[in-house]
């Protein structure tokens, strides 16, 4: 009775019943009949509601409701239609013609100026195949091995999933879905993007034809040995056109497909030939061809011919590429392009470098235009053990190198190099910085502190000038790395930066054009109306004139005497503290040139000094580069302004032991004699000046030479070793 109560009690008002006539009706006939008919069928829903309620959630009767089924039916539509609109989005936004282009970027060869090639990289690709000139047994070679029922399916293949789980043969994925996989997706091994390939897979199978999806797949896959696309991997291996394939070499690439690097016939052909034989099986399960087929079918005999004998990466390759794939065209094609680099600067600078005596440090080289093309680099001793560009990528001190800087901010803002400045020790302040070797005096002329490399004097010209009008003069010659405003020891070379900044920004004064950028590739040169509107910054004449006189007193009588050639040069000598790095950045000619020598894990080096060893490869890669060669070991007599202070050697305290300049060359006195300890060609010699004159021990040269060629011959030697090792693992890894 309760249901019944619950169904008849209304929450309404009802009308009051009409006072009775004193008669009664003698038939049943209602005023409101379908108010009765909504009433019965409310009771029929409760009581079909009162039964469901009793039903457990997993019976079949508790669904059937009405009710629930309108909502089953409306949220089926909705995941309809939210698919719908996830294909159309894709349609809109997904780059369909990324399914046209190659996969892996093509292989661009680099050629130096003379159009010596010198490096390739990229991956072998060729133009794309036309599925209508292929020979059927390339097409069902693929099929059979990677999609059988690929022209039947929509993208997505049910029956080759349940087929691969069970018998192993094919794969789980369909041809579509690899293509989409490969073209717009990562690798990653998840369910989300097996969810984005389907999906995709779908939007290609609306967008595209057959056809059109199995040339794309076929015109990007990679087939090992760094080669992509059918038409590359048939000229790769049996260096035949695709349209001219056999049935074994069909079957043989088509079942290179599933782990390309581990069946590469080149260099594990019995894998890719128990490989093949699964293709010809599957061609049989097929239908494409008979046993008896597939019996006389031999493994096919290799012919590759496209060998490179060119290294795949270089210091300057690697530093060139990304600029040279901004330069080439985007398809299939490869390219060669022509690039600065000048073959016979890059031998002299590989030569000058291997031949110094480094020891464990490292050392680098960029030579360039004026303009700033690269003609050389050198980023380290051994790029195949350390492919680490020091010359690009190291951001190390410049040390005094600096001081260029300073001194042209000076210049800019009105001092002489006749100017005087005190060369007294710095005694109040937080920055007290010091002379190498102890040097002071009473005052020096710009030209003599820059030539001595006096850091006081820098210091003392950093605060007249300021540390702003210093930095603005390194970012108008192009400095771009970091320069803390207001910080003393700026002057001498605190902040980091590249060899290739620093190197520009010296070819920005060598050729009075700045800034000046670096670069691997060639651009045409401006007309005069481009140069007049926005063409580079130059100094007056006066101060180009006055900052080249304070370069080229460095090499004829300051710290850069190594760097002396017999022809005008200006340059800079550079040593950080404690001696962890030693540069030498000048120029002459048309050719400017930096040299940096250091330890890569920053600690100091023992007995190099910017003066040193780097002028001295700076000066071997210049004589050999401009024809010229070295100035005579007795440097001309300089005309320089007293310097005001005692003369060397009265200011060292010790007698025996006498440094000499950049401090590798040494002087001493034993027995009367004076003895001049140097290097030559990495091999030490001393020069014995007496009563009796000049004398040289010659046997000891030769015994030094035969030494050092051994130690030579044995690092050689040590460094095949090491190689023969390293292959040897790598081919028993492989």
């Known amino acids: 009775m309760a249901l019944f109560d619950s169904i008849f009690r209304k929450e309404r008002t009802e009308p009051e019943p009409p006072a009775h006539r004193g008669y009664y009706a003698l038939s049943d006939d209602w005023d409101d009949d379908d108010a009765w008919d909504d009433r019965l069928d409310d009771l029929d829903h409760a009581a079909a509601a009162e039964e469901r309620r009793r039903l457990k959630w997993w019976q079949r009767d508790h669904w059937l409701g009405r009710r629930k089924r309108w ?20 349609a809109i936004t997904a780059p369909l013609n990324k399914s046209l282009e190659p996969i892996a970027a093509p292989q661009i060869t680099l050629l130096a100026s003379d159009g010596t090639p010198i490096a390739r990289n990229g991956a072998i690709v060729d133009e794309p195949v036309d599925i209508d000139t292929l020979p059927p047994h390339v097409v069902e070679a693929f099929l059979a091995i990677e999609d059988r029922r690929f022209y039947d399916h929509w993208g997505v293949d049910p029956r080759g999933i349940a087929r691969a789980a069970f018998t192993g043969t094919g794969g789980g994925s369909t041809i579509t879905q690899q293509l989409a996989k490969f073209t717009f997706l990562t690798p990653e091994r998840s369910l989300s993007r097996k969810a984005r390939e389907a999906l995709i897979a779908f939007w290609l199978e609306a967008r595209l034809t057959k056809d059109e999806i199995l040339e794309r797949y076929l015109s990007n896959a990679y087939f090992g040995d760094n080669v992509y696309g059918l038409r590359a991997a048939s000229l790769h291996y049996f260096y035949r056109k695709p349209e001219n394939l056999l049935p074994n070499q069909a079957a043989m690439l088509a079942g290179l497909l599933q782990a390309p690097s581990a069946y590469a016939p080149t260099r594990h052909y019995d894998r890719a030939e128990k490989r093949m034989q699964l293709v010809v099986q599957s061609m049989v399960a097929a239908g494409y061809i008979t046993e008896a087929e597939a019996r006389a079918m031999r493994p096919p005999a290799l012919d590759v011919r496209l060998k490179s004998d060119l290294p795949t990466g270089t210091y300057f390759a690697d530093w060139a590429l990304p600029e040279a794939r901004k330069l080439s065209e985007t398809g299939y094609s490869r390219q060669a392009l022509t690039t600065t680099l000048d073959a016979r600067l890059q031998n002299i600078a590989r030569r000058v470098t291997s031949r110094a005596p480094l020891g464990n440090a490292q050392v680098a080289l960029v030579a360039m235009r004026t303009n700033g093309e690269v003609v050389a680099m050198i980023g380290g001793k051994d790029y195949e053990k350390s492919p680490f560009n020091r010359a ?4 190390r001190q410049p040390g005094s190198t600096f001081k260029l800087f300073v001194y042209l901010a000076a210049l800019r803002d009105g001092w002489d190099p006749d100017d005087t400045i005190s060369n007294r020790r710095i005694e109040q302040g937080g920055y007290r910085p010091e002379n190498s070797g102890g040097r002071y005096s009473e005052s020096l002329t710009l030209q003599q502190a820059f030539a001595q490399s006096s850091n006081v004097a820098a210091v003392r010209l950093f605060g007249e000038v300021g540390s702003a009008k210093v930095i603005e003069t390194a970012r108008d010659l192009g400095v771009t790395s970091p320069l803390a405003k207001g910080d003393p020891s700026m002057a001498l070379g605190t902040s980091t930066m590249s060899l290739l ?11 009075n054009a700045f800034p000046v950028e670096p670069r691997a590739f060639a651009v045409p040169e401006r007309g ?8 580079p910054s130059s100094l007056s004449g006066s101060t180009a004139r006055k900052m080249e006189q304070l370069l080229g007193g460095v090499i004829d009588g300051g710290t850069g005497r190594s760097a002396k050639l017999s022809m005008p040069a200006f340059g800079k000598t550079g040593t950080t503290q404690n001696n962890r790095d030693a540069l030498f950045v000048g120029y002459a000619g048309d050719l400017v040139v930096g040299v940096w020598i250091g330890n890569d894990d920053n600690t100091p080096l023992k007995g190099v000094s910017g003066g040193g060893m780097p002028a001295r490869i700076w000066r071997d890669f210049m004589s050999q580069a401009l024809g010229t060669s070295a100035a005579p070991s007795r440097p001309a007599p300089t005309d320089l302004p007293d310097p005001g202070g005692p003369v060397e050697p ?3 305290p010790d007698l025996g032991d006498i440094p000499i300049g950049d401090g590798n ?3 001493r006195i034993s027995n009367g004699e004076a003895v001049f300890s140097t290097e030559i060609d990495g091999v030490p010699v001393d020069i014995r000046v007496g009563e009796n004159g000049i004398g040289v021990d010659e046997q ?19 460094y095949e070793d ?4 390293f292959d040897r693992e790598l081919t028993e890894g492989n």
Not at 703 to 717: G, K, N, S, V
Request: aromatic residues 6%; charged residues 30%.
């Open 700 to 718: 000891a040269i030769e015994e030094a030479r035969r030494a050092a060629e051994q130690r030579r011959e044995q690092a050689e030697q040590r």
């Open 528 to 535: 005069w109306l481009e140069r007049m509107v926005d063409g």
């Open 722 to 725: 090491v190689r023969r090792e």
């Open 665 to 667: 060359s040494r002087v």
């Open 71 to 90: 909502w089953i039916v409306r949220i089926l539509a909705a995941l309809v239609a939210l698919f719908m609109v996830l294909v159309a989005w894709l």
């Open 650 to 652: 009265l200011d060292v």
């Open 501 to 511: 900044e620093l190197t520009a920004a010296y070819a920005g004064v060598a050729g």
């Open 392 to 395: 690009t990528q190291a951001k």
